[in-house]
């Protein structure tokens, strides 16, 4: 056992007693490759770690110093510093007892600058902690785990078993915590069956709008049937939204069904005024246009390939070439076509024969 001087070692202001324990003195004569096994012990520390090897020699450091509690001659001066300033008559008209202060005492650290003033104020504020856990620990609330963990609480500080109070406090928080876990799962169970009944029940009223050709309330139910699935994430509702646009779009241009065409541009309208940000908006803008684009084909006059165009041109505002050149390119594509269209549809117009 080995016991050095205060500050031998940087950082500690207080002697560290070390204790050595060789397996084998041999081991001392052993080669330097030799792997010294050693048990350590570094008395006043809290933690320790082994040190570089140096040879067959172990160096043990302490790192951290225990905690430097109250040395019985200034808990002496603190006890009657209590109770020359009334504190411990107050606190005993309060119920708590001077035994029950003075054990308190003794669990203060205040390191090597002892402050009589600070000590007895940490201590008033012990006390007043201590009158809070008994009247807490007498009240009904009505919530059966929090009056007995209080209860337990209280019952512990009573005795000055602060640690099994601590416990009593952490195991009901751990209690509360497996009961709020169950409750939330079920709680999950019961949101997920009524979002299924309410998707089901907008299902049920979207079949009734196609049936009704209604396009802008197919397209209505539609987003509301998006928002309820996706409830509180806009890019999953933006991308759920975009691929029922699509949906319609893809069979109305394969199956030469114009309704679903006049569905997937009012679906878009809503992709439009639902997106943020310029890949959004793009990919809106640009889906609203193919719509319109390929229904315009199709019908007579020239309003549908017009809001094509704009809507192309406005995808083009947002998908700027030296950011997103390949989206770029697409929408570029699609606004030449629909002005190629829109061009051949106004020849058209013109050299229409009048009715006389």
């Known amino acids: 056992m080995f016991h050095f001087p205060s500050g031998i070692f940087p950082g500690f202001s207080r002697p560290v007693t070390l204790s050595l324990f060789f397996l084998s ?8 490759s030799t792997v010294a096994f050693a ?27 225990g905690p430097l509690k109250l040395s019985q001659e200034q808990l002496e001066e603190l006890k009657e510093g209590l109770i020359r300033s009334g504190q411990v008559a107050r606190a005993e008209q309060a119920g708590v007892s001077q035994s029950w202060i ?8 205040p390191g090597e600058n002892f402050d009589l003033d600070q000590a007895k104020k940490t201590i008033e504020v012990g006390i007043a902690v201590a ?37 009593a406090a952490e195991q009901g928080f751990a209690e509360w915590e497996k009961a709020e876990a169950a409750e939330r799962a079920k709680e999950a169970q019961r949101r997920a ?3 299924r009944q309410g998707v089901a029940l907008l299902e049920a009223a979207f079949q009734t709008d196609l049936l009704r050709f209604d396009a802008e309330a197919a397209a209505g139910r539609v987003e509301k049937i998006v928002a309820l699935e996706h409830d509180g994430d806009h890019k999953a ?8 646009q699509d949906r319609f779009y893809v069979e109305g241009r394969d199956k030469g069904i114009n309704f679903q065409l006049q569905v997937a541009i009012a679906i878009a309208r809503r992709e439009v005024a639902m997106a943020t940000g310029a890949d959004e908006r793009g990919a809106a803008l640009n889906d609203l246009g193919a719509a319109l684009s390929t229904l315009g084909e199709r019908e007579s006059g020239t309003a549908r390939l017009e809001e094509a165009v704009k809507a192309y041109r406005a995808a083009l505002e947002e ?12 929408a570029q594509n699609n606004l030449d076509r629909a ?10 117009e013109t050299n229409k024969p009048s009715r006389k």
């Open 237 to 244: 509702q933006f991308e759920a939204l975009r691929k029922k």
């Open 102 to 109: 003075f054990r308190l005492a003794e669990q203060l650290q």
């Open 131 to 167: 009158v809070k856990i008994r009247r807490e620990g007498k009240e009904i609330t009505g919530d059966a785990l929090l009056d007995e963990v209080r209860r337990r609480i209280a019952e512990n500080t009573k005795k000055g078993n602060f640690k099994d109070a601590t416990a």
């Open 193 to 195: 069956a009524s979002t």
């Open 39 to 65: 048990q350590t012990k570094a008395d006043g520390c809290s933690s320790a770690q082994s040190g570089m090897q140096i040879g067959v020699s172990v160096t043990v450091i302490c790192l951290t110093p």
């Open 319 to 330: 998908y700027k070439r030296e950011r997103v050149p390949h989206q770029w390119a697409m």
């Open 25 to 32: 003195a041999s081991v001392l004569m052993a080669d330097c």
């Open 339 to 348: 002005n190629a269209l829109l061009e051949q549809r106004r020849k058209q």
